[in-house]
């Protein structure tokens, strides 16, 4: 089976380790703008699904195979491959044990791998799908990059590719383990969500391999995500919005300490976090310590279907980030018409422009962000004049729309090598 160069309608395996998952809901939204659009996903998780809190992620559970939900089919479909093709199977054992973080443990997850490979590319062939695309550099591109490995070594001009969406930051930081540079060298196209991402497997891939890197920007519905239907009501009170994960690269505490300022200021705040974490006792301690208990509610995860009535509550949104890549929740946000303040780091200057749609500051200075917020408290105009430019410049640069299209020009894009080419596996 050989696949045009450029179709955008042939069909994709989209491989997730962990699908679908609370904080990756712009996953199923970027699936969905690509259904829209005519291309048939197929996907697939690694692992089963995390907590199905909205209608979207139930139907997506619904329609998704599982690779580890039946170790039976794994080690049928692993017999199989390696009773038709033995000389493929032990070169895929080979090259898994070589690959990657040179410890013994991490050689041995790369043998797994491969098993769990053999069986997506049973699925593969049962869907007559040739090419998968995996969402982070994980082990969910680990098995995607075996998979077509060990399918290219098979059936050399069979129109096997793969290709992957670079997240980070977590990645870069073990940048080994992860093996960066071997998947951007495996890959046949990567789709970065910055251009700061971009730039950072520039860093450590061949500049002989930087034509496959392409930005492709995360998305938001901005037909769902919208202002609320009446005006936001002006209280005494500034309503802050924190929504992400609680753990520590996402600063909640920064934000708490900016609190305990504005208290000592006199500036009246309600302050709303929302999600869970390895720091969500933590953060309680904090807040039952320093006598805000009555300004600071901790929410707990908060799913799809509920979420728009948190940010239609808030008054500005403020995500105080050590590091990220570039944060949906902001889309989300801003989307919504709510000035959002957060730090100056990664791919979020791409996004928020300082003094125009909110506030960037400096990572870690819960003084400046007090400060940022105490103007907002003190001028709504000011607050729905960089709400409405938030809004407007998602709309025109990140809209699901806009996203998916562009999702959908990359993966046409992602053309399978001809055999025998330059680091063909």
């Known amino acids: ?133 995996a969402h982070f550099a994980n082990n969910g591109a680990d098995v995607a990059r075996a998979a077509i490995a060990h399918a290219r070594s098979v059936d050399p001009d069979g129109g096997w590719r793969w290709s992957f969406t670079m997240h980070g930051p977590t990645e870069f930081e073990a940048v080994e383990r992860f093996d960066l540079a071997g998947k951007v060298a495996s890959a046949d196209r990567v789709a970065c969500i910055s251009d700061f991402t971009r730039s950072q497997l520039m860093r450590l891939s061949d500049p002989a391999d930087w034509t496959k890197l392409e930005v492709v920007h995360m998305s938001v519905d901005t037909d769902r995500f919208v202002p609320p239907p009446d005006a936001r009501p002006q209280g005494d009170a500034l309503r802050i919005l924190d929504v992400g994960r609680l753990v520590p690269e996402k600063g909640a505490p920064v934000l708490l300490d900016a609190v305990s300022l504005l208290v000592e200021r006199g500036v009246p705040v309600e302050v709303r976090l929302v999600g869970s974490g390895d720091l969500s006792e933590d953060l309680a301690r904090t807040i039952a310590s320093r006598g805000l208990s009555d300004v600071v509610t901790l929410v707990g995860p908060v799913g799809q279907d509920e979420i728009l009535s948190e940010y239609h509550w808030a ?85 699901l729309e806009h996203c998916a299209q562009a999702q959908q020009d990359f993966l046409g894009h992602v053309a399978p090598r001809p055999a025998g080419s330059r680091r063909a596996s």
Do not use: K
């Not at 590091?323 to 989300?332: A, I, K, R, T």
């Open 1 to 133: 089976m050989t696949t045009d160069h450029a179709d955008h309608h042939a069909p994709v395996a989209y491989l997730v380790s962990q699908y679908p998952l609370i904080s990756h809901t712009f996953i199923e939204r970027e699936i969905e703008g690509l259904r829209a659009l005519g291309t048939t996903v197929h996907t697939f998780s690694i692992r089963e699904p995390g907590d199905l809190m909205s209608d979207a992620m139930r139907a997506e559970a619904g329609r998704t195979t599982v690779l580890q939900d039946s170790w039976g089919e794994i080690a049928r479909a692993s017999a199989r491959a390696f009773a038709g093709h033995p000389a493929a199977g032990f070169a895929s054992l080979r090259r898994a044990l070589s690959t990657g973080e040179a410890r013994p443990r991490s050689r041995v997850w790369q043998a797994f791998y491969v098993a769990e490979a053999l069986r997506l590319l049973a699925e593969l062939e049962r869907l007559g799908v040739r090419h998968v695309h």
């Open 315 to 399: 008054d500005v949104f403020c995500l105080p980030s050590f590091q990220e890549g570039l944060p949906v929740v902001l889309m989300e946000a801003m989307a919504t018409c709510l000035p959002v303040v957060t730090s100056t780091i990664n791919g979020i200057p791409e996004l928020v422009r300082d003094g125009a749609n909110g506030y960037l500051l400096p990572p870690g200075r819960a003084d400046l962000l007090a400060d940022a917020l105490e103007r907002l408290a003190a001028d709504p105009a000011l607050r729905a004049s960089l709400g409405e430019r938030a809004r407007a410049d998602v709309v025109a640069g990140f809209s």
